[in-house]
């Protein structure tokens, strides 16, 4: 039986995503790209471990690249990181269609407003995809009770250029986890690992739930 992607080769290999066999050549050069892969795949689980024995480094053209982060930042506000992190896997958890590219471009696109919220101006622009937006209001929301309310969730006081730095932190973190592959959700994977009750919490809970 031929690979039903290529129309060549033989099919060898099961692909959950498809439901049937395709061949190793096209699992490995669709997968995350045109191919949907679920998260307990044993080739993409395989590959996966074969990526993260290679280290990676940041793009030239990274946005924020310029940016020094402190190395006291995430020492200072660890209850703020794991918040931002939480949110995120709470957030695929309702919407299980969210990709890397999609956690990046909202955490690019965050980081930009409180960047240009630390000079005293008011400026959003959130990416335009829903998905992308989503999670972005998702995560707005949050940092913006956590300000307002930082007793609720045992945070001291908080400012904006910390936050900023935050995310920055977090994107850079987010590039370095994931693969680049357009459908990748590893770094969602290792926020998911950290923070596995998620998955499991109602969407009308309080924003700021912290592990």
């Not at 099961?14 to 490995?28: Q, S, T, Y």
């Amino acid at each position: 039986m031929s690979c039903p992607i290529c129309q060549k080769r033989k099919a060898g290999r099961f692909c959950p995503a498809k439901a049937e066999k395709i061949c190793p050549v096209c699992c490995g050069t669709e997968r995350e790209v045109t191919i949907d892969c679920p998260a307990d795949c044993a080739y993409l689980l395989s590959a996966h471990r074969y990526e993260e024995q290679h280290s990676r480094s940041l793009p030239a053209n990274t946005p924020f690249l310029d940016v020094r982060l402190s190395s006291e930042i995430v020492h200072r506000h660890p209850q703020l990181l794991s918040g931002v992190a939480f949110t995120i896997a709470k957030f695929f958890a309702a919407q299980p269609a969210t990709t890397d590219p999609d956690v990046l471009a909202a955490l690019q696109g965050l980081a930009q407003s409180y960047k240009t919220l630390t000079a005293g101006i008011v400026y959003e622009q959130p990416p335009a995809p829903a998905l992308q937006h989503g999670l972005y209001d998702s995560l707005a929301a949050f940092l913006s009770e956590a300000k307002q309310q930082p007793e609720k969730a045992s945070l001291g006081s908080i400012k904006d250029g910390d936050i900023f730095q935050l995310l920055v932190f977090v994107f850079r973190m987010g590039l370095l986890r994931t693969n680049g592959r357009p459908r990748s959700r590893q770094f969602i994977e290792f926020l998911r690992g950290q923070f596995p009750g998620a998955q499991e919490l109602k969407r009308e809970e309080s924003r700021i739930i912290l592990p």
